[in-house]
């Protein structure tokens, strides 16, 4: 087409003065019949009045034919000798302007929607892509005001009051616009940039914008916002069934009228995920949730076990690994409802209209858990592929919880197995202290911890008491507890002093962290608190490697903490261990315990310890009782750790159980001893002992004179077993060895060894003191 340009002149009344003849061939009107006329009466389209007084700017003529010419004007004032405005001349031209050079067909052929609107909002310009975003050719938008080609939406108001901005502000605006589309629930977006565009005066002649289709962007951008709103929302705790009614929550109403997970029935227990099976499927439902109140749309209830036949889109989805679209009218989800309403024909009314089903199941690090099931019946859009993506997913971070959530499950069992295993079940018999005690595994998500006790009887009618607290928890912590029981009742075996004892233990636990270098060693840090009590001396000696100090109640039920020394934990060393000595009257109750009864996050160590001894002072029956009441009491309602409590109230032997001679360092004395030995037996009435408790005192004393140091002593011990004791100041402890058939000694030990229930040694601060023990019959 020709490029034509038009020249107008009009006066400051808007009168039509001069006519050119480009604007003859532009418009089909000669000059006199123009010349004299209103500028107005030309316009195709009334002018608005917030744009009546500029001549600038797109316009629609009409034709001398009665068509429609769209225009661009531009408008150049002309003034009168005075400067006063006389008019305006007005260039005009068809808005294609002459063929397009480079910069045009870039602008022409963008993969983007560009256009170019003047001042007032009128199209001037738009290249392909935005004809095809608005359906229609560009010469039925040129020259016309934006909202009378648009529908009146949320949209089209506000990328109108952005035109409106840049023109007004002449800064330019980016921003992100939604509008429906074709596609089913899904939204068209758009990034859009506008910018003002000045001529060479720098005046403000019309706005440019460039709008690039980010549909994709957005939808990942949402899909990857509710996917970290999932990832709150999900998982708040180590349960699997109730991150699976999570999940349900997440999906209702929002993406479906009825959801339900089901789990295959492993995954509830304590076993190891099978093969998924080719054929039918069993599916525990774990959850489901609807818009409807009570859920009537479900045919299984919670709880209950189904089977999926292999057609069904749940047994797909398991068997395939991905999710699975079912839209009504397919065979296999027209056959499905249908065993659905079969299966429970009560909820036939709530499954009318049901349209679109998604399978997807839950997996996690390769393994199969179950499906999730989400269906539409009242919502009016199917499931789509978008939406699948959505869903798989959802659905994986669903499964990780859940997985993690079996996991901890797993392990939380397998740690209280082994640490009830390494607990003493039934305490040993002894009569030196009554015990009772608790221990109550931590329900935090940190898992089982480390805490033990141990009651352990020594010779000489002695017992001792024995707690600790690993570091850390779980399977790790429940192990090195029992390395560290095993190790005390070693060394408590053979009858170390308390800081001895702790002594061995801390070397113990410093060389497991030299010989796992490189290796974290579960034991280090661990505390642990050694008590003995000796009945017939009504003493308490203990010491302690980092761990709270006891307390006891006297008594006349006034309560207090033992005062200790308190040495470092084990394996941190440089510190000694020091021993702390108490005496306790007969019917005192002593308490040992871990640091999760007294110490808390929120709590006040002093103020719970203050507790500990009011709780202990309470009259109860049994300890058993007294034990209930403490936890009671001093327990946190949330403990963050485990909690062991020991509670033992004291015996004392008195004199008449117990018989005590100093033995003279002569050969010929023997007989003198086991003489008194006979005579007191015979006074408590064992004379069916007398036998081989001589044998076993001439055999000990016999010793103790011929190898041993002065002084010497015997001391009798009539308790649940009779304890034969001799004692020296010699060091030396004795063993059994293999006599040689002409050897004239060494088989005494031997013979002890033989005749008693059991024999041993321990170092006193004096030398040692060899004892032997024989079973009594009951009282």
């Given at each position: 087409?020709?490029?034509?340009?038009?020249?107008?002149?009009?006066?400051?009344?808007?009168?039509?003065?001069?006519?050119?003849?480009?604007?003859?061939?532009?418009?089909?009107?000669?000059?006199?019949?123009?010349?004299?006329?209103?500028?107005?009466?030309?316009?195709?389209?009334?002018?608005?009045?917030?744009?009546?007084?500029?001549?600038?700017?797109?316009?629609?003529?009409?034709?001398?034919?009665?068509?429609?010419?769209?225009?661009?004007?531009?408008?150049?004032?002309?003034?009168?000798?005075?400067?006063?405005?006389?008019?305006h001349v007005v260039t005009a031209e068809r808005p294609g302007g002459p063929e397009p050079g480079l910069a045009?067909?870039?602008?022409?052929?963008?993969?983007?929607?560009?256009?170019?609107?003047?001042?007032?909002?009128?199209?001037?310009?738009?290249?392909?892509?935005?004809?095809?975003?608005?359906?229609?050719?560009?010469?039925?938008?040129?020259?016309?005001?934006?909202?009378?080609t648009v529908e009146d939406a949320e949209h089209s108001r506000g990328f109108l009051a952005n035109l409106r901005?840049?023109?007004?502000?002449?800064?330019?605006?980016?921003?992100?616009?939604?509008?429906?589309?074709?596609?089913?629930?899904?939204?068209?977006?758009?990034?859009?940039?506008?910018?003002?565009?000045?001529?060479?005066?720098?005046?403000?002649?019309?706005?440019?914008?460039?709008?690039?289709?980010?549909?994709?962007?957005?939808?990942?951008?949402?899909?990857?916002?509710?996917?970290?709103?999932?990832?709150?929302?999900?998982?708040?705790?180590?349960?699997?069934?109730?991150?699976?009614?999570?999940?349900?929550?997440?999906?209702?109403?929002?993406?479906?009228?009825?959801?339900?997970?089901?789990?295959?029935?492993?995954?509830?227990?304590?076993?190891?995920?099978?093969?998924?099976?080719?054929?039918?499927?069993?599916?525990?439902?774990?959850?489901?949730?609807?818009?409807?109140?009570?859920?009537?749309?479900?045919?299984?209830?919670?709880?209950?076990?189904?089977?999926?036949?292999?057609?069904?889109?749940?047994?797909?989805?398991?068997?395939?690994?991905?999710?699975?679209?079912?839209?009504?009218?397919?065979?296999?989800?027209?056959?499905?409802?249908?065993?659905?309403?079969?299966?429970?024909?009560?909820?036939?009314?709530?499954?009318?209209?049901?349209?679109?089903?998604?399978?997807?199941?839950?997996?996690?690090?390769?393994?199969?858990?179950?499906?999730?099931?989400?269906?539409?019946?009242?919502?009016?859009?199917?499931?789509?592929?978008?939406?699948?993506?959505?869903?798989?997913?959802?659905?994986?971070?669903?499964?990780?919880?859940?997985?993690?959530?079996?996991?901890?499950?797993?392990?939380?069992?397998?740690?209280?197995?082994?640490?009830h295993s390494l607990l003493p079940r039934r305490l040993p018999g002894q009569s030196a202290v009554d015990v009772?005690?608790?221990?109550?595994?931590?329900?935090?998500?940190?898992?089982?911890?480390?805490?033990?006790?141990?009651?352990?009887?020594?010779?000489?009618?002695?017992?001792?008491?024995?707690?600790?607290?690993?570091?850390?928890?779980?399977?790790?912590?429940?192990?090195?507890?029992?390395?560290?029981?095993?190790?005390?009742?070693?060394?408590?075996?053979?009858?170390?002093?308390?800081?001895?004892?702790?002594?061995?233990?801390?070397?113990?636990?410093?060389?497991?962290?030299?010989?796992?270098?490189?290796?974290?060693?579960?034991?280090?840090?661990?505390?642990?608190?050694?008590?003995?009590?000796?009945?017939?001396?009504?003493?308490?000696?203990?010491?302690?490697?980092?761990?709270?100090?006891?307390?006891?109640?006297?008594?006349?039920?006034?309560?207090?903490?033992?005062?200790?020394?308190?040495?470092?934990?084990?394996?941190?060393?440089?510190?000694?261990?020091?021993?702390?000595?108490?005496?306790?009257?007969?019917?005192?109750?002593?308490?040992?315990?871990?640091?999760?009864?007294?110490?808390?996050?929120?709590?006040?160590?002093?103020?719970?310890?203050?507790?500990?001894?009011?709780?202990?002072?309470?009259?109860?029956?049994?300890?058993?009782?007294?034990?209930?009441?403490?936890?009671?009491?001093?327990?946190?309602?949330?403990?963050?750790?485990?909690?062991?409590?020991?509670?033992?109230?004291?015996?004392?032997?008195?004199?008449?159980?117990?018989?005590?001679?100093?033995?003279?360092?002569?050969?010929?004395?023997?007989?003198?001893?086991?003489?008194?030995?006979?005579?007191?037996?015979?006074?408590?009435?064992?004379?069916?002992?007398?036998?081989?408790?001589?044998?076993?005192?001439?055999?000990?004393?016999?010793?103790?004179?011929?190898?041993?140091?002065?002084?010497?002593?015997?001391?009798?011990?009539?308790?649940?077993?009779?304890?034969?004791?001799?004692?020296?100041?010699?060091?030396?402890?004795?063993?059994?060895?293999?006599?040689?058939?002409?050897?004239?000694?060494?088989?005494?030990?031997?013979?002890?060894?033989?005749?008693?229930?059991?024999?041993?040694?321990?170092?006193?601060?004096?030398?040692?003191?060899?004892?032997?023990?024989?079973?009594?019959?009951?009282?």
């Open positions: 087409m020709e490029h034509v340009t038009a020249v107008v002149v009009v006066d400051a009344r808007g009168v039509v003065t001069g006519w050119s003849e480009g604007a003859r061939l532009l418009t089909g009107y000669a000059a006199d019949e123009v010349v004299g006329r209103q500028a107005r009466d030309l316009l195709a389209e009334d002018v608005r009045a917030d744009s009546s007084a500029t001549l600038t700017g797109a316009a629609v003529l009409r034709h001398r034919d009665g068509s429609s010419v769209p225009l661009h004007l531009k408008a150049c004032p002309v003034l009168g000798p005075d400067g006063t405005p006389g008019g045009g067909q870039a602008f022409q052929q963008a993969s983007m929607s560009m256009s170019v609107f003047d001042t007032r909002q009128c199209y001037l310009r738009l290249n392909d892509v935005a004809c095809q975003v608005m359906g229609v050719p560009e010469e039925v938008l040129l020259g016309r005001y934006f909202p009378d901005q840049v023109a007004e502000t002449g800064r330019p605006v980016s921003y992100e616009s939604c509008t429906a589309a074709s596609a089913p629930n899904r939204e068209h977006a758009w990034s859009i940039e506008m910018w003002p565009v000045r001529d060479s005066a720098g005046e403000l002649t019309g706005v440019a914008l460039a709008a690039l289709d980010s549909t994709e962007q957005y939808w990942a951008r949402r899909r990857l916002a509710q996917l970290n709103e999932a990832a709150a929302a999900l998982g708040t705790t180590l349960d699997a069934v109730r991150t699976t009614e999570e999940l349900v929550e997440l999906l209702v109403p929002k993406h479906a009228d009825f959801a339900s997970v089901d789990l295959l029935d492993w995954v509830l227990g304590a076993g190891e995920p099978p093969r998924v099976p080719d054929g039918e499927t069993v599916l525990r439902r774990v959850a489901h949730r609807s818009v409807t109140e009570g859920t009537p749309e479900a045919a299984v209830h919670v709880g209950e076990t189904d089977l999926y036949p292999p057609f069904c889109p749940p047994a797909r989805a398991l068997r395939e690994g991905r999710a699975v679209l079912s839209q009504a009218g397919e065979p296999d989800f027209v056959r499905w409802v249908a065993e659905c309403n079969a299966r429970a024909p009560e909820g036939r009314p709530f499954r009318r209209g049901v349209h679109s089903m998604l399978a997807v199941p839950l997996r996690a690090r390769g393994t199969t858990l179950g499906v999730a099931v989400a269906v539409r019946i009242a919502h009016p859009d199917d499931y789509a592929a978008d939406d699948a993506v959505f869903a798989e997913q959802l659905a994986g971070r669903a499964a990780v919880c859940i997985d993690n959530a079996r996991r901890f499950a797993r392990e939380r069992t397998t740690a209280l197995a082994l640490q009772a005690h608790r221990y109550l595994p931590s329900g935090s998500l940190a898992g089982v911890g480390g805490d033990w006790f141990d009651v352990i009887p020594l010779s000489g009618s002695r017992v001792a008491l024995v707690v600790g607290d690993v570091v850390g928890h779980g399977i790790p912590s429940s192990a090195t507890m029992g390395r560290l029981c095993m190790a005390v009742r070693t060394l408590a075996d053979v009858d170390l002093a308390p800081d001895e004892l702790l002594t061995h233990l801390d070397d113990l636990v410093t060389h497991l962290a030299m010989d796992d270098a490189g290796d974290e060693v579960a034991e280090l840090g661990a505390t642990c608190l050694y008590a003995v009590y000796d009945p017939i001396a009504r003493r308490l000696a203990l010491a302690s490697a980092g761990h709270p100090a006891p307390a006891v109640v006297l008594p006349d039920g006034t309560a207090q903490l033992i005062e200790t020394s308190p040495g470092p934990p084990l394996g941190v060393g440089g510190l000694p261990f020091e021993a702390t000595e108490a005496e306790l009257p007969e019917g005192a109750v002593v308490a040992l315990y871990t640091d999760g009864l007294i110490e808390h996050r929120d709590r006040d160590i002093d103020r719970a310890t203050a507790e500990l001894c009011r709780a202990l002072t309470a009259r109860t029956d049994t300890l058993d009782a007294l034990c209930d009441t403490v936890i009671k009491a001093v327990l946190p309602e949330e403990p963050s750790d485990d909690v062991a409590l020991l509670l033992a109230r004291t015996r004392a032997l008195g004199a008449d159980r117990v018989a005590t001679w100093d033995v003279l360092p002569d050969p010929a004395h023997v007989a003198v001893t086991r003489q008194a030995a006979t005579e007191q037996l015979a006074a408590w009435g064992l004379e069916e002992t007398a036998f081989v408790t001589e044998l076993v005192v001439s055999e000990l004393v016999t010793n103790a004179i011929r190898y041993g140091e002065p002084p010497i002593q015997l001391r009798l011990i009539r308790d649940r077993a009779l304890i034969c004791e001799v004692s020296d100041g010699s060091s030396t402890s004795p063993h059994l060895r293999r006599a040689h058939a002409f050897d004239e000694g060494g088989r005494g030990l031997l013979l002890v060894a033989q005749l008693t229930q059991r024999w041993g040694s321990r170092q006193t601060s004096r030398g040692k003191t060899i004892w032997a023990e024989q079973s009594l019959p009951p009282e």
